[in-house]
């Protein structure tokens, strides 16, 4: 079946940079992008944040302004295999970071249909 | 930037009414999504008023000026979640900051 998984937990000192993974399978890699988003705890609940996309076919990449200079997704296409790499880290990034797969369906592409389970980034 | 409800409660069977709302919102396409606590969230409703696959009748989407509107009638213990609508904004994604629905 279609799905992602994505790398373990992971644990960092403020300033460190940390990279996850986040392994396709069960559909063709390079026929859609995958995003990335995070999810931060703000009272009163939790909000999603998104980072970026990569276009798994030739690596061409979107980041959102908020982490320009500071993320860098990639690629390795035999491995079927999105990497995000995040610098520089505060205590404010401690997140659930999650990819998503765009939407297949036509009408759809800018949403996402399939998510891998999250990687849990802790700061401290 | 879009704006949510923190919360919506409604009573098991009753329908909850969940807006999201936003600048120019209705020169878009807005996109839900639930998360079921301790699971990654999944795709509702597409282009405003369609439902994705495999998603139950009771859940409908619309949109009216900068206003749109996830429904979820008959509502169901299974519902309780968090939904968070999804916009596009100068080619960048933007989530609103969700509304918790809480089935009392």
């Known amino acids: 079946q279609v799905q992602l998984v994505q790398s373990g937990a992971e644990v960092r000192k403020p300033g460190a940079s940390v990279k996850l993974s986040c392994k396709a399978s069960?559909?063709?890699?390079?026929?859609?992008?995958i995003h990335w988003v995070r999810q931060v705890r703000q009272a009163p609940g939790q909000r999603l944040e998104w980072m970026g996309w990569i276009k798994t076919d030739d690596g061409g990449t979107r980041y959102s302004q908020n982490f320009l200079g500071r993320v860098t997704f990639s690629r390795d296409t035999s491995a079927t295999t999105v990497y995000m790499e995040l610098s520089s880290l505060t205590f404010e990034d401690t997140a659930v970071y999650y990819c998503?797969?765009?939407?297949?369906?036509?009408?759809?592409?800018?949403?996402?249909?399939?998510w891998g389970q999250g990687t849990m980034v802790t700061v401290s | 930037e879009l704006t949510q409800p923190p919360s919506v409660s409604v009573s098991p069977g009753q329908t909850a009414i969940i807006t999201c709302s936003g600048d120019?919102?209705?020169?878009?396409?807005v996109y839900w999504y639930q998360q079921r606590p301790g699971q990654s969230p999944i795709l509702v409703i597409y282009q405003d008023t369609e439902r994705y696959s495999g998603i139950p009748e009771r859940f409908s989407g619309s949109s009216s000026g900068n206003t749109a509107t996830l429904t979820i009638s008959g509502t169901q213990a299974v519902d309780e979640a968090d939904y968070y609508c999804?916009?596009?904004?100068?080619?960048?994604?933007?989530f609103g900051g969700g509304t918790k629905v809480t089935v009392l």
């Open positions: 120019k919102l209705g020169d878009k396409y």
């Open positions: 069960g559909y063709r890699f390079t026929s859609y992008k």
């Open positions: 998503a797969r765009r939407a297949h369906i036509v009408g759809a592409a800018d949403a996402c249909d399939v």
């Open positions: 999804q916009a596009m904004d100068s080619g960048t994604v933007v």
